[in-house]
């Protein structure tokens, strides 16, 4: 940076001018003279200068920014992926988990139709028993029926003898009764 002129002689006149006493002025004259020799001030080129070497800085932040940009892009694609990979592994273990549900549940069906066929087989069974057993049983009835019309008529045939021979008696005491009588 350069060093800017300052004209003390100037100075000190227009102190006076405005009734500074005279060594009030040539001191506070002194006094900026010493400071502004250690004031360094920017000039024109200076400036331009400094905006070179702020345009240089802004381009390299700009190139780290698109740097930064650039991996955080790489990094958010390889979270992407890894969630797509994520995603299918999650969708082919799902896939697999239903296809076993499928298979438990046709093992299950499977199951339950041999079971269904069982219980129609001993159900055939049972009404196959219980037929012959009712028919058994008819026949039984058939035998005891006919058993028993054969009591009937023979207990017909006693009652008949019974009640014949009854009346043969009681007309054989009526009779006697009548003779006697």
Sequence with gaps: MSVVAFDTLKFA???KQTEFPETQAEAITEALRDAAGELELATKND????GD???RDIADVRTEVKDDINTLRAEVKNDINS???EIDT???EAKNDIN???QEIDTLRAEAKNDINS???EIGTVRTELKRDIAETNQRIEMLRFSM???IQSLEWRLTIKLGAFLVAAVGAVAAIVKLL
């Design 149 to 151: 019309g054969k009591d």
């Design 47 to 50: 400036l331009f200068q400094q």
């Design 119 to 121: 219980l129609h087989q």
């Design 83 to 85: 969630l797509h990979h």
């Design 90 to 92: 999650f969708r082919a």
């Design 13 to 15: 006149r227009r102190l």
């Design 53 to 55: 070497d702020i345009r």
């Design 100 to 102: 076993s549900l499928h």
